[in-house]
């Protein structure tokens, strides 16, 4: 007989890929497979996308509405893709901040930007999405790109977002989706179940992770719930736009 006490006390768990996991290790299972995948990152963006992931960034750039002298923080900034747009956009009077929970991806896009001379109105820090270390009313712009699937408590983070935010701010969530046929889910399906693994093994020599990524794709919320999530914690005039027939969504939402 098994000791109730013990079943109330029992950690909840939490989806990694199609495992369960207590929600206290999923953190320190994510950040292995992005210490995993850290170096070859870009060139795994280019090959499994077909460079498409470029077209999607800068659409998000441009419904951003960033300006100069604006403050902007993008959320898993990963290798800086967008940070090094928006440190151009908003000039020497604003400020960029690329923060990212995994200290390895945090190092590849420092490192990557300071090659490019994208110095002086940007800085890094490492932080956890759900627990943004920042002034509340401070970003004119948050932008979370293919990190959200990856956080623990979604709607936690968003409330997160949204407190960080400046009244009139905007929060851009750009994510794999649903696709909106069902003969394209079907091929992307065995895309991402057959090919992502097998390439992830060929390049980078680990195809687990990547397995892992196809997986957490299918486990995130479709696009309406997401933005069912963003109006709940708080968010006025949620739309999201599909791309690629809906395997990517980009969702906004401003803050009143």
């Known amino acids: 007989m098994t000791d109730p006490r013990k079943e109330h006390d029992a950690e909840p768990s939490t989806h990694f890929g199609y495992q369960s996991v207590p929600e206290s290790r999923k953190a320190e299972k994510v950040a292995e497979v992005f210490h995993s995948v850290a170096a070859k990152y870009d ?17 998000t750039i441009e419904l951003s509405g960033a300006r100069h002298g604006n403050r902007i923080l993008d959320i898993a900034g990963g290798t800086g893709d967008l940070a090094r747009q928006f440190s151009r956009i908003v000039g020497p009077s604003g400020q960029v901040v690329l923060a990212d929970i995994n200290a390895s991806m945090l190092k590849v896009g420092r490192d990557r930007l300071l090659d490019k001379g994208v110095a002086g109105n940007i800085e890094f820090v490492q932080a956890d999405a759900e627990k943004l270390p920042f002034p509340d009313n401070h970003f004119d712009v948050v932008t979370i790109a293919f990190g959200l699937r990856n956080v623990t408590h979604k709607d936690q983070a968003i409330r997160s977002m949204l407190r960080v935010l400046k009244p009139g701010g905007r929060l851009l969530v750009l994510e794999f989706s649903k696709p909106s046929s069902a003969l394209l889910s079907k091929a992307y399906d065995a895309y991402s179940f057959n090919v992502m693994p097998l390439v992830g093994k060929l390049v980078t020599k680990d ?10 794709i299918r486990m995130h919320p479709d696009q309406e719930t997401l933005k069912g999530m963003m109006s709940e914690a708080g968010f006025e005039n949620v739309t999201y736009h599909n791309m690629t027939g809906g395997i990517v969504a980009l969702h906004r939402g401003i803050k009143p």
Do not use: I
Not at 43 to 59: Q, T
């Open 43 to 59: 060139l795994m963006n280019d090959l499994l996308s077909g460079g498409m992931h470029r077209l999607w960034k800068r659409f």
């Open 207 to 216: 195809a687990e992770s990547y397995r892992y990524l196809a997986e957490s």
